[in-house]
T-cell receptor, first 120, second 113 residues
Framework: DTEVTQTPKHLVMGMTNKKSLKCEQH?????MYWYKQKAKKPPELMFVYSYEKLSINESVPSRFSPECPNSSLLNLHLHALQPEDSALYLC???????????????????FGPGTRLLVL | AQSVAQPEDQVNVAEGNPLTVKCTYSVSGNPYLFWYVQYPNRGLQFLLK??????LVKGSYGFEAEFNKSQTSFHLKKPSALVSDSALYFCAVRDKGDYKLSFGAGTTVTVRA
């Protein structure tokens, strides 16, 4: 089973709201990712967690705040977003069978269905 | 810098005909290459990957890809396309930064009945 689930499927929020996106996987994967995708464009990496620690932050604005409460869950907290933040937000996970650079690069990322976010 | 290029924005084929989606790559180390498909309003689905070994990689839904080191290519192929194969296809390479997956711009495939 290579399922990554994301909730909610759709979200509409105002620029002053605070909301959270949730991602869950039960495959025992120890790497989890947040991506942002605009229509017909490739996903853009936002954050990477490995072994529940933030490994990569791709210079994402502070209005996006990731959290990894445990090895199965990944949240993305949203606050004071702008209309240009409207996009499909994708979560992914990867197995991390080892800690060497080569094994990390070989692992497959499995994506969830995404949350479609509209900021008004 | 590590990168992939998908030279075609759009590929149109008739159902039953062979389908090829092109991808070329540029890496400084060992190439780790992936293909993903995205159906409308869905997330990305993993199709196949090349790590090492056999240059012909078989994946999901009857897709395969051929790794060609001399041409630095990793083209996705399907012998007989289905209308249900109509989707957005992404080639990706693992960046030198370990975790980062660098995607091509994507190719929209339309299979007409």
């Amino acid at each position: 089973d290579t399922e990554v689930t994301q909730t909610p499927k759709h979200l509409v929020m105002g620029m002053t709201n605070k909301k959270s996106l949730k991602c869950e996987q039960h495959m025992g994967h120890r790497a989890m990712y947040w991506y942002k995708q605009k229509a017909k464009k490739p996903p853009e990496l936002m954050f990477v967690y490995s072994y529940e620690k933030l490994s990569i932050n791709e210079s994402v604005p502070s209005r996006f705040s990731p959290e990894c409460p445990n090895s199965s869950l990944l949240n993305l907290h949203l606050h004071a977003l702008q209309p240009e933040d409207s996009a499909l937000y994708l979560c992914a996970s990867g197995a991390l069978t080892g800690r060497t650079s080569e094994t990390v690069r070989q692992e497959t990322q499995y994506f969830g269905p995404g949350t479609r976010l509209l900021v008004l | 810098a590590q990168s992939v290029a998908q030279p075609e924005d759009q590929v149109n084929v008739a159902e039953g005909n062979p389908l090829t989606v092109k991808c070329t790559y540029s890496v400084s180390g060992n190439p780790y290459l992936f293909w993903y498909v995205q159906y409308p309003n869905r997330g990305l689905q993993f199709l196949l990957k090349y790590i090492t070994g056999d240059n012909l990689v078989k994946g999901s839904y009857g897709f395969e890809a051929e790794f060609n080191k001399s041409q630095t290519s990793f083209h996705l192929k399907k012998p007989s396309a289905l209308v249900s194969d109509s989707a957005l296809y992404f080639c990706a390479v693992r960046d030198k930064g370990d975790y980062k997956l660098s995607f091509g711009a994507g190719t929209t495939v339309t299979v007409r009945a």
